[in-house]
């Protein structure tokens, strides 16, 4: 958006739901960004930064996509009063 607003800003997640003997869970979990910029300056710019904002997002931003690909333990608790 520094460079250009877009147009069309949309995320699409897929993935495969499973059941097996480790139960229910995601595979195959993958995010698609659509993404469009007008013709105005500063367009071309903004297109050519996209991937690189994406990974760096998916590499170090993101603390849901690394928890997922790491793993994490949750933990239940029923709170009564």
């Not at 997640?13 to 300056?41: C, H, W, Y």
């Not at 994406?54 to 928890?67: E, P």
Request: with cysteine; hydrophobic share 35%.
């Amino acid at each position: 958006g520094r460079h250009a607003e877009p147009t069309e800003f949309s995320v699409v997640v897929t993935g495969d739901k499973i059941s097996d003997e480790q139960g229910n869970r995601m595979t195959n979990l993958q995010v698609t960004f659509s993404v469009a910029f007008p013709d105005v300056e500063g367009a071309d710019r903004a297109r050519a930064i996209l991937p690189r904002a994406v990974k760096a997002s998916h590499d170090r931003l993101c603390t849901v996509s690394r928890t997922v690909e790491i793993g994490t333990p949750v933990t239940t608790t029923v709170a009564s009063g």
